[in-house]
């Protein structure tokens, strides 16, 4: 019950629609008792006496009791479902809260579509905890108790068959039941969670498996996980049955037993035969409602699931610091900082220490995976060093908000995304007060100044170049207009003399910004103040070219190789 423990919490915020869920509910299953009651006692009536004045009465009383059945089911279902959506909003409300913050990291640790499947699927199947799992045992419970008291006014065993009956009905059979399916290893909501990112990845790798001839292999792994998926269901559906069916046989024996001792009371004379028929009726009627109760062990241990689930991608700590970070080109200052991947077992950094002056313009190079990318993440604490301290200005990054750093800073990332709509739509996402000749200023800039701000832009950019998507980028990072620029090759896939000419451009209209910008391509380095040059997460060598290439070092040989490679 742990897990469900927000969720409970949640529904109860709704209590006087679960109460009145509750108290309909209960009346509707009393109504439809006294239906079956006043029947049975009606059928003995006209059998033993013919009373015409009695006859009228109980069958009016039976219109009444259909009658009220419905409309009080009718509350019921209006009071159960209104609790049932609204606690849902609340869940959905205070998921996203929490995970919003931890959102640019949430990948590390989820695939996208097992993601997807926990929001959409496992918020929706919560659903079923008010509906299947919290009221209808206190309905039934209610209405049995009800009837045995009723019971025991014409006789005490009778009354102590139907309240063993309802013992088991409502607490026996269910923990039963919830127990041995919390030993099945695969419930619905996870294969569903594995069958969602499978299909994701198959959905975004399609191009790749396609080229690949590996379209076959995938596409049966993929079967495979929506078989699972299938079976899950399956099984769930059979045990379902299963449970009704045990129930129904409880309740009939129930029903049976009622009878069968009434008759011998009724036989010995110490009941009245006019009421045997009622005391039956009135039997069956009380556990014809424990039909919900047979989805109940289900739905527990699915909504148990569902909310582990949920926990679990919000159960980290949100950053909650509140440092904000200086106004304009600060420095930067790297302590030993160090990083390691979570279960990763090597570190990405290590040790790396740096200077970066305000107003300088620094390079970070080095080959594939030395890296520069997770240096970048840890200076815009999208993660966190495992030691070392990170500082802008005279503040240490760790104390900063992260929406601030970001809010203070121009960022291109190797990859950036782009909406469906225009560039203009996509541009104003750096700036929405920008007006018409900015957006035309920034496209200018980034050698795009013959694209309509109209031009359509399709989803993910499909209709744009890489070089253009890049350059895309570039210029929304200049509508922000903030003072500190963090480039993560940014313009890999543009041209070198285009690049070259932006950078100039750049660092002529802002010489004041610190600028950071990482790079696989050593050219142009010249005009750099600082260049890092990384390998294997260390920092091994840093100075401005003419340093760097009179030292001969690492990066002289980078150099020499490039230009070997190139001539
Ligand atoms: N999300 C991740 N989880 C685990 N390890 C990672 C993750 N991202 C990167 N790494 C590892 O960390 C190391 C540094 O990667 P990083 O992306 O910083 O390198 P890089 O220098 O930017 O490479 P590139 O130039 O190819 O972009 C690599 O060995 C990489 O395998």
Request: aromatic share 10%.
């Amino acid at each position: 019950m742990g897990e469900l423990k927000t969720v409970f919490w949640l529904t109860l915020k709704e209590k006087r629609d679960v109460a009145l869920a509750i108290m309909f509910g209960f009346l509707a299953g009393l109504a439809g008792v006294a239906l079956l009651g006043a029947s049975g006692y009606l059928i003995s009536k006209a059998a033993l006496t013919a009373q015409m004045t009695t006859l009228v009465v109980m069958a009016a009383s039976l219109k009444l009791f259909g009658f009220a059945a419905a409309i009080t089911r009718y509350a019921e279902r209006l009071f159960s479902h209104r609790a049932t959506f609204t606690m849902l909003g609340h869940l959905r409300g205070s998921f996203f809260e929490r995970l919003a913050p931890l959102a640019p990291g949430i990948f590390q640790r989820h695939q996208s579509g097992d993601l997807l499947s926990r929001i959409v699927g496992d918020v929706e199947s919560l659903q079923n905890f008010l509906l299947r799992v919290l009221y209808p045992p206190i309905v039934v419970g209610m209405i049995l108790v009800a009837t045995v008291f009723f019971t025991s006014f014409y006789s005490l065993p009778m009354a102590l068959i139907v309240l063993v009956g309802a013992i088991f009905v409502v607490v026996i059979l269910p923990a039963f039941f919830a127990l041995r399916r919390r030993k099945k290893t695969h419930a619905t909501g996870e294969t569903r969670g594995e069958f969602a990112a499978a299909s994701a990845e198959f959905l975004y790798g399609f191009k790749d498996l396609k080229i690949h001839l590996a379209l076959d292999q995938k596409s049966a792994e993929l079967q495979e996980s929506a078989h699972r998926y299938e079976q899950a269901q399956q099984n769930e559906g059979l045990e379902e049955n299963r449970v009704q069916s045990v129930n129904a046989l409880v309740a009939f024996l129930a029903s049976f037993f009622v009878l069968a001792t009434g008759a011998y009371f009724v036989s010995i004379g110490e009941l009245s035969g006019l009421y045997l028929a009622m005391l039956v009726m009135v039997s069956l009627g009380a556990f014809e409602n424990v039909g919900p109760l047979a989805a109940l062990p289900a739905y527990y241990e699915e909504s148990r699931i569902a909310a582990r689930r949920l926990d679990e991608v919000v159960d980290e700590e949100p950053d909650n610091s509140t440092g904000t970070m200086p106004e304009g080109p600060v420095d930067i200052q790297a302590n030993r900082i160090s990083y390691r991947y979570p279960n990763d077992s090597r570190l990405s950094l290590d040790e790396v220490s740096f200077q970066l002056p305000q107003g300088s313009k620094t390079a970070i190079v080095g080959p594939s995976g030395s890296g520069k990318s997770t240096l970048l993440q840890l200076l815009l604490k999208v993660a966190v060093p495992e030691n070392g301290e990170i500082r802008f200005g005279n503040e240490a990054l760790s104390g900063m908000c992260p929406e601030n750093v970001w809010e203070r800073m121009n960022i291109v990332l190797q990859e950036n995304h782009f909406f469906s709509g225009t560039i203009e739509s996509n541009l104003r996402i750096a700036n929405e007060q920008a007006d018409t000749e900015q957006l035309h200023e920034a496209l200018e800039l980034v050698r795009l100044g013959h694209l309509e701000l109209s031009a359509p832009v399709y989803e993910k950019g499909r209709n744009l170049s890489g070089g253009e998507k890049q350059r895309l980028a570039m210029a929304r990072a200049f509508l922000k207009g903030e003072r500190l620029w963090l480039l993560d090759e940014p313009f890999s896939s543009v041209d070198g003399v285009t690049a070259q000419s932006i950078y100039s451009e750049l660092f002529t209209r802002h010489p004041q910004d610190t600028f950071v910008i990482i790079s696989h391509d050593l050219s142009g380095l010249e005009n750099m103040d600082r260049i890092l040059v990384l390998e294997n997460g260390r920092l091994i060598e840093q100075g401005n070219y003419q340093e760097l290439m009179e030292r001969r070092g690492y990066f002289f040989g980078l150099k020499k190789i490039e230009e070997q490679v190139f001539v």
